[in-house]
Each structure stands twice: as structure tokens, then as C-alpha cells.
């Protein structure tokens, strides 16, 4: 069965149409296979190996780029897609208990009056001890220490 090879997404030539494949990189052109003999040469030999040595390098940091450029929004919009999917199957989320939202409110109001307090480099952990206590259910009179 014949098939056109630029709807088959394991061809080369799907790559090349849907922008997913280096087409106009001058790099490629020394991959091409040329039958012309030539007379040995020693120096033209060593020379030929440390070019196809920094072709490789210069290829593989052009993919590299073309990779990086190709996915650049990928986490923004793999995001807004959670997000929509979150949105529209909430009813599928488990109900939170009245408690752990009564702990996240108090951990929030905590976190609000810390802030004004500034850059200290103790209010991490006495946000740790304060979600604690709250969380283990009030104030017991003991303190817990992880040191």
C-alpha cells in the first residue's frame, strides 16, 4: 500500500514539513555522501577528521538551539491546559475536610503577618513550627524540634 511519506510521522520528510527537523543548516550538506576518489594524503586526512569533528560539535549545538527554540511555551501552555483540565473535572477532586481547611486559612494568615516581618532568616522555620502546631491540633505546650 503506497503512502504519502509526509503524513507519516516517522519519516524524514514529515519532520522537515511540520518544522521539527533541521532543514537549512549548512552542517547538513557535509553529511552527503560524494563517490570522487582522491589520492591519499596524509595531512589532507587529518585535516578532513578535525573538520568532521567540529561539524558534529557545531551541529549538535545548532540542534540543541533548534530544540530549545521549538519548545520555548511548552510549559506555559502544558500548564493553562492542567489548569483547564482541573477546572472542568473539579467535581472529580476529593471534598477537603473542614480541618484542613481551617489549618490552610490559619498556615495562610500566619504566612500574611510573616511577610511584613521581611527577609529573617528564622521565619522559614517558624512558619515550619507554627503549620505544625496547627496541624497536630492547637498548641500542647511542647515544642517540636527537627535538629
Do not use: C
Request: hydrophobic share 35%; glycine share 4%; net charge positive.
Amino acid at each position: 500500500m503506497k503512502r504519502n511519506p509526509r503524513k507519516l510521522a516517522w519519516t524524514k520528510a514529515f519532520r522537515r514539513a511540520h518544522g521539527k527537523e533541521m532543514t537549512v543548516d549548512s552542517t547538513l550538506a557535509f553529511a552527503a555522501r560524494r563517490n570522487v576518489p582522491i589520492r591519499y594524503n596524509r595531512d589532507h586526512i587529518t585535516t578532513t577528521l578535525k573538520a568532521m569533528d567540529r561539524i558534529s560539535e557545531i551541529r549538535a549545538r545548532r540542534e540543541r538551539a533548534f530544540y530549545k527554540k521549538r519548545m520555548a511555551g511548552n510549559k506555559e501552555r502544558q500548564k493553562a491546559l492542567d489548569r483547564k483540565t482541573v477546572a472542568e473535572s473539579a467535581h472529580l477532586l476529593p471534598r477537603e475536610r473542614g480541618s484542613e481547611r481551617l489549618a490552610r486559612e490559619a498556615a495562610q494568615a500566619m504566612d500574611e503577618e510573616l511577610m511584613d516581618v521581611g527577609e529573617i532568616p528564622q521565619v522559614k522555620e517558624i512558619k515550619k513550627k507554627v503549620a505544625r502546631t496547627i496541624l497536630v491540633g492547637g498548641d500542647t505546650g511542647m515544642e517540636i524540634d527537627d535538629d
